[in-house]
């Protein structure tokens, strides 16, 4: 069964640093063909792809928030971590964690974390 | 970008859906649909276009290439009331979301 949930401060400081856990169980991020990535959803709002990691350790980012992102795993934890920098309160949002499997001849986000709440306030 | 139409579909159970995701170059068929329902994470419904996901019920279709791509649902259940996104997987980055099709009762 695959499972994923973020974990993280609900609520951050501006031009504080943002971190957050994916915890996932069901896969190996070892195995070939299989990603995780971020996805947030500021309220009321669309869903916005933010960064994924694969089992080969490629690295894709949004082009708005190369330069404040940073995603890495620890396959051993079975984690994935997700940095955002210099926060400001437009990134007030659920964040959601995603599998990212290859489905016939793309990735796709197959499985979904509830999302974790983070506000940005000062 | 993905630019979904309409923004809110007002329709009774029973009755048959046909929403819309028009993306701004050719995706080829690299294109998802996704539902999601008040304070739960998305679900994904539809891959490549026409695929259905793993569990999804049969009334659920999609369809298109390139630019044009449609999400239709032949006969709507109760439970099928909520917000539809599609995404796009493109070659490269970034890989976008539509800004959603509410459907309404």
């Known amino acids: 069964q695959v499972t994923l949930k973020e974990s993280g401060p609900t609520l951050v400081k501006p031009t504080q640093t943002l971190t957050l856990t994916c915890s996932f169980s069901?896969?190996?991020?070892?195995?070939?063909?299989?990603?995780v990535g971020w996805i947030r959803q500021p309220p009321g709002k669309a869903l916005e792809w933010l960064a994924l990691?694969?089992?080969?350790?490629?690295?894709r980012y949004s082009p708005s928030l190369t330069t404040r992102v940073t995603i890495t795993k620890d396959i051993y934890k079975n984690q994935v971590v997700l940095t955002v920098t210099g926060v400001e309160p437009t990134d007030t949002a659920t964040y959601f964690c995603?599998?990212?499997?290859?489905?016939?001849?793309?990735?796709?986000?197959?499985?979904w974390g509830q999302g974790a709440p983070v506000t940005v306030s000062s | 970008v993905l630019t979904q139409s309409p923004a809110t579909l007002s329709l009774s159970p029973g009755e048959r859906a046909t929403l819309s995701c028009r993306a701004s170059?050719?995706?080829?068929?690299?294109l998802a649909w996704y539902q999601q329902k008040p304070g739960q994470a998305p679900r994904l419904l539809i891959y490549?276009?026409?695929s259905r996901a793993a569990g999804i019920p049969a009334r659920f279709s999609g369809s298109g290439s390139g630019t044009d791509f449609t999400l239709t649902i032949s006969s709507l259940e109760p439970e099928d009331f909520a917000i539809y996104y599609c995404?796009?997987?493109?070659?490269?980055?970034?890989?976008?979301f539509g800004q959603g099709t509410t459907v309404e009762i």
């Open positions: 170059q050719s995706v080829d068929n690299f």
């Open positions: 995603a599998r990212d499997m290859a489905l016939h001849r793309r990735f796709y986000f197959d499985y």
């Open positions: 069901g896969f190996s991020l070892v195995t070939s063909g299989v990603g």
């Open positions: 995404h796009q997987r493109s070659d490269w980055p970034p890989w976008t």
């Open positions: 490549d276009a026409s």
């Open positions: 990691i694969y089992w080969n350790d490629d690295k």
